[in-house]
């Protein structure tokens, strides 16, 4: 029995099918799926010029041009790409913008030279983007939200990472949800932030969790926003409340925003380049918050920081960096994130330290 359209792309999603996009670079950077490779059967400047052929002299001109442009060497050189990523992965499939000419000449290339059927998704990245955007609307999840908050630094995706029907929101948007959250490596543009997540939704639904379990984030992680309507049904759930207590969740930023983060980018950078890149960061993303400081309280963080940067290069020592990270935490994050508490008090089914937390989280929200 032949499957369905959104059988196959539910397949796709579930089984994390490998995929070739043999669309253009260009293309391909603003937006493409989950473990999926840019081979393309025409480059960028290829690309543009059977665009100004088929507008100037048609269909059947641009499609001559395109196999003149795609010919002898360079056709070799592409079909061996494909050839490569099907040895590897050999139940990848192949798509382009519409499911249309690009994939099947490709698909034709590919059989013809290595005799190996490749499937084609039908209606190609348009069809799968619109089907994944549709896995984005609360109308079709499953199982009910539960929140999980608590002051910067209270350890909240911890607790999630140790449980099996969460999703790390932090994660798929690659950003740490707060002024200071920005990865070394970029964030995904928002039409592959939309993808990710629906992946991540549509495997959630595949298992049958009855709760899904999800940190308390704003309508955006950085630069990624969440739709407006998944934002209202995360919200509508359970909140369950970590507490932990200052000097603790200090320690817990420390690890994540300087330990840590530096050692990402001195493993990136040469060491010294590594730290002084690191610097930048905090001094950018103490400039971004600035305004909300206000002038006096923004020039004694830096002066804390500042101070706490040189020791560390004269000695070593990252010990003075607890300074800035606590003024920080209870100047400036507490007061905002307790206002919104106050509104939400009602919500709160539970409270109680990290390890309270997860038992409560296991006992109640269980999958097993």
Known sequence: MKMSRCSHFMEIVTNEIPLIDVRAPIE???GAF??????PIMDDEERAMVGIRYKEKGSEEAV???HKLVSGDIREERIHAWAN???EYPSSRIYCFRGGLRSQIAQQWIADVTGRDVSRLEGGYKAFRNYLITKLDPSQQQSKPVLVGGFTGSGKTTILNKLVNAIDLEGIANHRGSSFGKQITPQPTQINFENDLAYALIQHKSKGYQYMI???EGKNIGRSFIPKPLVQYFGSGDFVLVTVPMEERVTITMAEYVHQ?????MEVFTEEKGLMEWAKYIRTSLKKI???LGGERYRSVLDMF????????DSGSCVLHRNWVETLLGKYYDPMYQYKMDKISDRIVFEGYPAEVLAYLESEYSES
């Open 28 to 30: 391909f950077e603003k």
């Open 34 to 39: 989950k473990h999926a490779v840019n081979l």
């Open 64 to 66: 001559k041009l395109g």
């Open 85 to 87: 990523h099907l040895e």
């Open 214 to 216: 999800l940190e308390d």
């Open 261 to 265: 983060s530096q050692s990402i980018y």
């Open 290 to 292: 600035s305004k909300r």
């Open 306 to 313: 500042e101070q706490a940067y040189q020791k560390q290069i």
